[in-house]
């Protein structure tokens, strides 16, 4: 009797573990051989990130692909684009791009290149952004007219600090705003190249092309330690904005040569579209993957340029570094 009794109460508690630890498992979304919730967060950190995607190219279609994206610019906002080396002609037009930066009131963002050429002073670059009509559209604002400051990094390879004009501070939001082509030593340029070398102060350039060794001296480091250099400087400006910036790419004028270059070669493939996201790794992921899926024959040479500098690397190693996923759902909004 004794012992039946016993029989009984164990296998009452043991029904009872069983569904408190099976109430435990669906109030947190997992299986019930991990009752922890880990499980969710790992799939949620695994979910793919949206990219959306629209073949036009247009001023309406860039202000339609903002509105896609259900992140509003706010307060004081930059546009950090390239205002382009005088001499080339690939860079993103004012006409394309001045209705959408009306629309959020924006504030055109750049810095002073660091290699000489007619952007490495302030009067160079404001004179360069006059000739190519981004005055006529909204205001002009170079980062590090008026010196520098230093952004902070942690659990980094090459740099310690990023390197930034000190009016970067200024902006609530940042509209990342950049145009994908290639790159004669990144090969490619596009949202990270574009935050990182785009957004860094001259010197902050020097110091990111020398993969931290320097930030008066270019140096000569491997390949790979400046593509994650480039990183290392995109990880500083996304820890700083947090969720107050944008990323918006335009495929066009698909050139192996950058906009800093001031005689670039002409495209040798045609326009793929427009793509944003709220993240710059899947963004340049996808826009990496619509030069490769492209059935346009003058791929080659783009892609040439970006596989004879490991420009992938970059996307990899920022991704490493946590600023954001290489796991992206394209989404069209045509």
């Not at 669906?26 to 967060?41: P, R």
């Not at 959306?52 to 190219?57: H, M, P, Q, R, V």
């Not at 939001?173 to 070398?197: D, P, Q, R, T």
Request: glycine fraction near 10%; charged fraction near 25%; charge should be negative.
């Amino acid at each position: 009797m004794k012992k039946s009794l016993f029989l009984k109460a164990t296998a009452l508690l043991v029904t009872a573990l069983a569904v408190t630890s099976c109430k435990s498992c669906s109030a947190n979304g997992a299986s019930q051989a991990d009752n922890t919730g880990e499980s969710v967060a790992v799939e949620a950190e695994n979910k793919p990130v949206k990219v959306y995607f629209t073949k036009e190219i247009t001023p309406e279609s860039l202000i339609k692909i903002y509105k896609a994206l259900g992140r509003e610019a706010h307060g004081k906002v930059g546009i950090k684009i390239s205002m382009g080396e005088p001499g080339g002609h690939n860079y993103l037009k004012p006409e394309l791009v001045g209705d959408f930066v009306k629309l959020v009131n924006g504030t055109f963002i750049d810095s002073n290149t660091a290699y000489g050429g007619n952007r490495s002073t302030t009067e160079k670059h404001m004179k360069a952004a006059e000739d190519h009509g981004f005055t006529a559209v909204a205001p002009v604002d170079i980062l590090d007219s008026e010196g520098e400051i230093k952004l902070p990094l942690e659990g980094t390879e090459h740099l310690k600090y990023d390197i930034v004009g000190s009016h970067f501070p200024n902006y609530d939001f940042i509209v990342n705003l950049s145009h994908f082509k290639g790159h004669a030593m990144g090969g490619f340029g596009g949202a990270l190249k574009n935050m990182s070398i785009g957004i860094a102060s001259s010197r902050g350039k020097v110091y990111i092309h020398s993969a931290g060794e320097s930030e008066t001296q270019w140096g000569n480091p491997a390949q790979d330690d400046f593509l994650e250099s480039m990183a290392e400087a995109a990880k500083a400006v996304a820890d700083h904005c947090g969720e107050n910036i944008i990323y918006i790419s335009v495929m066009n004028n698909l050139s192996v040569d950058c906009d800093c270059d001031s005689n670039p070669a002409d495209p040798e493939m045609h326009d793929v579209g427009i793509l944003a996201s709220l993240d710059p790794v899947a963004l340049d992921k996808a826009c990496v993957d619509k030069v490769y899926a492209s059935e346009d024959h003058g791929k080659i040479h783009l892609i040439e340029r970006m596989e004879s500098r490991n420009g992938i690397h970059t996307v990899d190693y920022a991704e490493q570094l946590g600023v954001g996923t290489t796991n992206y759902e394209l989404v069209s909004i045509d």
